[in-house]
């Protein structure tokens, strides 16, 4: 049983490209989320999706953008790539709101 | 958004002390959740409280909620290498229902025991 699956592990973009994140999950979950970590900060949520055909912004959207493609799938896209978008990003999922989150491994990204 | 504050936020210890690590904030939270994220990992959620001064025991490790719902605290006992990871501790505002679309994540505890 996968989980919550993210690619690609490791990026390294220059300034100004773009790129686009991707989570699927296998357990039918609901909601789906992404979260950025970075040291000193904390995890902190980008967007997150309640339901298929819903997003809506989190803690730090600026400079992102999201689509729920389908029940499994959650992308997380970077039009214009800024080094403080340096990061780990996260994406997890649950059942409902407040139920528990899962995690995926996380994509290590470098904005040079 | 409520701040939540761990600490240490280093911690090495030797394999088969006791430790204690906290979660505090000025805040009331509806319930507390704490994860262990292993290097290279996501966070993998261990317990949720949700009652002022519940107490939850998981093998080793014991969860408290303080009594105002403002605090927490995580006692490891008899510590062992795998223990090694970060630890989070996360909170949901009185207003929120417990959702986790207003979680607030502390930056967590870097727990390494030495074999």
């Known amino acids: 049983n996968a989980g919550v699956t993210q690619t690609p592990k490791f990026q390294v973009l220059k300034t100004g490209q773009s790129m686009t994140l991707q989570c699927a999950q296998d357990m039918n979950h609901n909601s789906m989320y992404w979260y950025r970590q970075d040291p000193g900060m904390g995890l902190r949520l980008i967007y997150y999706s309640a339901s298929e055909g819903t997003t809506d912004k989190g803690e730090v959207p600026n400079g992102y953008n999201v689509s729920r493609l389908n029940k499994r799938e959650f992308s997380l896209r970077l039009e214009s790539a800024a080094p403080s978008q340096t990061s780990v990003y996260f994406c997890a999922s649950s059942q409902g709101k407040k139920s528990p989150l899962h995690f995926g491994n996380g994509t290590r990204l470098t904005v040079t | 958004t409520q701040l939540l504050e761990q600490s240490p936020q280093f911690l090495s210890i030797q394999e088969g002390e006791n430790l204690t690590v906290y979660c505090n904030s000025s805040s009331v939270f509806s319930s507390l959740q704490w994860y262990r994220q292993e290097p290279g990992e996501g966070p993998v959620l261990l317990v949720t409280v949700v009652t002022g001064g519940e107490v939850k025991k998981l093998k080793r490790l014991t969860f408290q909620f303080g009594d105002a719902r403002k605090d927490s605290s995580l006692h490891i006992t008899a510590a062992q290498p795998g223990d090694t990871g970060l630890y989070l501790c996360?909170?949901?505002?009185?207003?929120?229902?417990?959702?986790?679309?207003?979680?607030?994540f502390g930056k967590g505890t870097l727990l390494t025991v030495n074999p």
């Open positions: 996360a909170g949901a505002p009185p207003n929120s229902g417990g959702s986790n679309y207003k979680l607030t």
